[in-house]
């Protein structure tokens, strides 16, 4: 538990603190990337060119030659689509990948509201605990960070990759981030405890 979190945030002047910045695993995202190839040059393959399709309906269908439909056509697009956007967010994730957690001089950063949204901000006083531990998940145990806030609003109901316990705890799931849940905790706390007494001296 953090039992001198502070009441407000620091001033400019006083003792900086040295940023945790979290992001993706690196190999996870080149996997994820990867994976998507295949489906794009499924989809381009069948809208334009119909080679491999071609060669395997030959090879499963000899004496009766199967044609594409419009409902093919359709799932080829979303393939290609699909497919090329996760590569495409593959790469940039990569070249410049954006932080999943992110400590400042106003407190925690975290997203936890989905891809496309900002992430949220737990201000250092609003922070009760945070830890580390595991979590069952479709019967795996995977490795999460425990954040327990004072104000429930500051939570969204639905957390991104992770589950809300209750009211004011939530539990962020690890398993894709470069930096262990245990050593994010012990950051997390050193730095609350630093903010704490920087903003009594």
């Known amino acids: 538990m953090i039992h001198d979190t502070p009441t407000r945030v620091p001033a400019e002047d006083e003792a900086p ?8 695993s690196t190999l996870r ?50 393939l ?20 999943i957690l992110a400590t400042s001089r106003e407190g925690v950063h975290i997203r936890m509201s989905g891809p496309f949204r900002p992430p949220t901000t737990l201000p250092w006083f609003s922070l009760h605990d945070v830890d580390a531990g595991t979590l069952e998940d479709d019967e795996e145990e995977l490795d999460v960070l425990i954040i327990e806030v004072k104000e429930p609003a500051l939570l969204p109901d639905n957390p991104w990759s992770g589950r809300r316990f209750d009211d004011t705890t939530v539990a962020l799931f690890t398993k894709e981030w470069d930096t262990r849940a245990d050593e994010v905790a012990v950051r997390i706390v050193d730095q609350a405890l630093a903010v704490a007494r920087s903003s009594r001296a």
């Open 80 to 99: 290609v689509v699909v497919g090329g956007l996760i590569v495409l967010w593959g790469l940039k994730e990569l070249v410049f990948p954006s932080p």
């Open 17 to 24: 603190l040295e940023p945790l910045v979290v992001h993706r």
């Open 29 to 78: 995202t080149w996997l994820i990337s990867l994976a998507a190839i295949p489906a794009v040059v499924v989809g381009v393959d069948i809208l334009w060119r119909r080679r491999i399709v071609g060669f395997f309906t030959d090879l499963i269908f000899p004496d009766d030659p199967q044609l594409l439909d419009t409902r093919d056509t359709i799932w080829a697009w979303v």
